[in-house]
C-alpha cells in the first residue's frame, strides 16, 4: 500500500499530467516545425527548392570571394529548349526555364525562330561541332571546368573548342567597333557573394538552344552566378537585343557539380570527327 497522503497522490499525477502535455505539446511542435521545414522546402508548384547556401560553407578564395572551381553540369532540359515544350523525335519534354515562360521575339524574329526549328538538325551550330556560345554554354548538356583566381575565371567545356575568360581585374570592354567574338567579350564583378558578369561583343553565329532560339550581333548578356550550397550554383542570364527581342528577358538553372570518382573533362572536338582516320599519321 502506498503511504502517500490523498493530497500527495493528486500532486504526483497533476506532475504526470502536466509531463504528459508537456510532451505532447514538444511532439505537437515537432510535427509542425517538420511541415514547415517541409514546406519551406518546396516551391509553391511543389518542385524541391535548393538549400539556402551557408556563408561559411561554401568555398572561398584567400581574398574571401567565392570560389566555383570545379567541373559543373546542368540538370535541366534546357539545352533541349528554353521555353516550355513537350517531347519531341529529338528531345526530351521540359517545363522551361524563361521567366515567365516566352521569349518576347520582334514579329519577323519570331518568324525566323520558326524556320530554324523546321532545320534545327542542320542549322544548329552545335550540330556542326561549334562552340554553343554565351549564355548556352551554361546549360549545354556537357560539363565544363572553372579555373578561377583573383584576376580572372577561365572556363574550359568538354565539347567544343572554345575556352572563355571572364576578367574579374577591374577592366572595362575595349573601346571602338565591336570586335564580334564567339563568346562576347566578359567582364564580371562582385556584388557581395554574387558574380556578376557583362557580356557584350558578339557575333551572330551561336544558338540559344537546339529548338532554333537565336540572337543578333547586339546581344547584351548579363549573368548572375551565386553559390546555393557548396555542391550547386544558381546561374541566371538576362537577355537583351533590340534587333530580335522587344524586351529583355532572364534565363536561369541550377549547375551542379560533378563529384563522380575520377570524373574529369575528355575533349569532345566533334568538327574533327571526319579528320580522325588521318591522325596521328600511320606509318608508310
Do not use: C
Request: charged share 25%; proline share 9%; net charge neutral.
Amino acid at each position: 500500500m502506498s503511504n502517500l497522503t490523498p493530497s500527495e497522490h493528486q500532486s504526483i499525477a497533476s506532475s504526470h499530467a502536466g509531463d504528459a502535455v508537456k510532451l505532447t505539446r514538444r511532439r505537437v511542435l515537432g510535427a509542425l516545425l517538420g511541415l514547415g521545414a517541409a514546406a519551406s522546402y518546396l516551391h509553391p508548384n511543389g518542385a524541391q527548392a535548393a538549400a539556402p547556401a551557408n556563408r561559411g560553407k561554401i568555398p572561398r578564395l584567400a581574398s574571401g570571394k567565392p570560389d566555383f572551381s570545379g567541373i559543373w553540369q546542368t540538370l535541366s532540359e534546357a539545352d533541349h529548349g528554353l521555353e516550355p515544350h513537350g517531347n519531341r523525335a529529338d528531345a526530351p519534354p521540359g517545363p522551361g526555364v524563361v521567366d515567365g515562360n516566352y521569349i518576347p521575339y520582334l514579329p519577323e524574329a519570331l518568324e525566323r525562330r520558326r524556320k530554324n526549328f523546321e532545320q534545327r538538325d542542320k542549322l544548329d551550330p552545335t550540330a556542326k561541332g561549334w562552340t554553343p556560345g554565351v549564355p548556352r554554354l551554361a546549360y549545354y548538356p556537357a560539363p565544363f571546368q572553372v579555373f578561377q583566381r583573383k584576376e580572372d575565371i577561365t572556363i574550359v567545356p568538354q565539347f567544343g573548342h572554345g575556352v572563355r575568360t571572364i576578367w574579374t581585374n577591374g577592366t572595362r570592354h575595349p573601346d571602338g567597333e565591336a570586335k564580334e567574338y564567339w563568346l562576347g567579350d566578359s567582364r564580371g564583378k562582385w556584388e557581395g557573394d554574387t558574380l556578376v558578369v557583362d557580356v557584350v561583343d558578339f557575333n551572330d553565329e551561336t544558338w540559344l538552344d537546339r529548338a532554333g532560339n537565336f540572337h543578333s550581333e547586339a546581344l547584351h548578356v548579363v549573368e548572375r552566378w551565386k553559390f546555393l550550397d557548396p555542391d550547386t550554383i544558381e546561374y541566371s542570364a538576362t537577355l537583351e537585343d533590340p534587333k530580335v527581342y522587344s524586351r529583355p528577358w532572364r534565363l536561369s538553372v541550377l549547375l551542379h557539380r560533378r563529384r563522380d570518382r575520377n570524373f574529369q573533362l575528355i575533349e569532345d572536338y566533334r568538327f574533327t570527327v571526319p579528320y580522325d582516320q588521318y591522325y596521328p599519321p600511320k606509318k608508310p
